[in-house]
């Protein structure tokens, strides 16, 4: 069965901090990962990765895949209150459903 | 900036009823998807919708779940005879060359309490 696993499931760090965030996967036909953010509804999309060892960056954040490792990491350094979020990762296959880890719940406290 | 809309964002309805839960994709998009979320649960896939027809559908879009693309802007989806354990945030969302491909973008998303 494809699996998505996300770690930590939570994580509580003060602003400033610099987190990792983790995601690893178990699918056939691996075609991408995604990281997506989820505030209070709606996951808005963050990253796109297709390439193992190519990091995309977009200010604070950052991610890469690591296909032998079959994982990928999504680092937020400077954290700041409006991080707080639940970022979920998503891996697509040779379809075109998007199969969803469990989040890990970021809270930035001041 | 374009988004997904969907409508109503929260549904209150009694088990057994039929419920329709609406979305406008963004516009030049083709391909368009349901999930859902049960509370404190992972977001799972429903089904996906490209070309007017359904391209995939999971073991939870069972005979009482529909969708339907009635014009060019709505897609809908129906459910039939609401159940408990169908109460989730139901999201739409769209992309334009499928997911794999490229992101998809999400909708707000349509609160679903069944009573």
């Known amino acids: 069965e494809d699996k998505v696993v996300q770690s930590p499931l939570s994580l509580v760090v003060h602003e400033g901090d610099t987190v990792t965030l983790n995601c690893s996967y178990e699918v056939t036909n691996f075609r991408s990962l995604l990281w997506y953010k989820q505030e209070k509804k709606a996951p808005t999309f963050l990253f796109m990765l297709t390439s193992s060892g190519i990091e995309k960056k977009s200010g604070r954040l950052s991610s890469i895949l690591d296909k032998k490792e079959l994982s990928s990491i999504l680092n937020i350094t400077a954290t700041q209150t409006g991080d707080s979020a639940i970022y979920l990762c998503?891996?697509?296959?040779?379809?075109?459903?998007?199969?969803f880890g469990t989040g890990t719940r970021l809270q930035v406290f001041p | 900036e374009p988004e997904v809309t969907q409508t109503p964002s929260h549904q209150v309805t009694q088990m057994g009823q039929e419920v329709i839960l609406r979305c406008v994709p963004i516009s030049n998009h083709l391909y368009f998807y349901w999930y859902r979320q049960i509370l404190g649960q992972k977001v799972e896939f429903l089904v996906s919708?490209?070309?007017?027809?359904?391209?995939?559908k999971s073991e939870i879009f069972d005979d009482q779940f529909s969708v339907e693309r009635p014009d060019g802007s709505n897609f809908t989806l129906k459910i039939r005879s609401t159940k408990l354990e169908d109460s989730a945030m139901y999201f739409c969302?769209?992309?334009?060359?499928?997911?794999?491909?490229?992101?998809?973008?999400f909708g707000q998303g349509t609160r679903l309490t069944v009573v």
């Open positions: 998503a891996v697509t296959i040779n379809t075109d459903k998007l199969i």
């Open positions: 969302a769209s992309s334009d060359a499928g997911s794999g491909n490229t992101e998809a973008f």
């Open positions: 919708f490209y070309n007017n027809e359904i391209s995939e």
